[in-house]
């Protein structure tokens, strides 16, 4: 099943506060709603909302990706030049020239992570002057069945502002994040029980 993905920007932290509690109350899961920002103080002072995870805010796995895709170019080169030239021969064989590759792979990879933690996401790329202006950037995951969930909402917030739709994230991954969520609470809260009772 495919979700929507709604942007909303504002530059009020209280009122995003409020719509988040209204969502939750209307049955849409915490994982679902996140607000980014360049004033993550104020939004963990916010009890309802969840400040997207630095790791995504930035473009790691994106340019993590764009690097492995240049590392597995630079594979083919370093094997294609190895057989080409004939190399390999009897006494050492393909191994150093396959670890070659690899080392090739795993350092394109990295480069293209590190590079990425120094960029915002590509997919908030389009936010970026507003979240330099001071605003915070307020986005939902939907399934087509909560989308009136959403406008009743909305009708208690005048003041913000809907900049895009999209194809959100896929319905087993949010599934499963509420699974994972549910697993850590309940294990979590066991574990502190137990050490509370001895």
């Given at each position: 099943?495919?979700?929507?993905?709604?942007?909303?920007?504002?530059?009020?932290?209280?009122?995003?506060?409020?719509?988040?509690?209204?969502?939750?109350?209307?049955?849409?899961?915490?994982?679902?709603?996140?607000?980014?920002?360049?004033d993550s103080v104020g939004v963990a002072n916010h009890i309802h909302l969840h400040a997207v995870q630095s790791i995504f805010a930035r473009d790691v796995v994106h340019s993590s990706e764009v690097g492995a895709a240049i590392g597995l170019a630079g594979v083919c080169l370093v094997l294609s030049v190895t057989y080409f030239l004939d190399l390999p021969d009897a006494t050492i064989g393909w191994t150093p020239y396959i670890f070659l590759s690899l080392v090739v792979l795993g350092f394109c990879t990295w480069e293209g992570g590190f590079v990425g933690m120094q960029k915002l996401n590509h997919h908030f790329k389009r936010f970026e002057s507003a979240l330099e202006e001071g605003k915070h950037v307020f986005m939902v995951d939907l399934d087509p069945s909560q989308e009136i969930s959403l406008s009743i909402a909305l009708q208690d917030h005048p003041k913000l502002l809907e900049t895009a739709t999209e194809v959100g994230r896929p319905h087993w991954i949010l599934a499963s994040l509420l699974w994972l969520s549910v697993f850590i609470d309940r294990n979590l809260f066991i574990s502190a029980k137990q050490k509370h009772l001895d």
């Open positions: 099943m495919k979700t929507l993905r709604h942007y909303f920007i504002s530059d009020d932290l209280d009122d995003l506060d409020l719509l988040d509690d209204q969502l939750e109350d209307a049955g849409i899961d915490s994982h679902r709603i996140h607000v980014l920002s360049n």
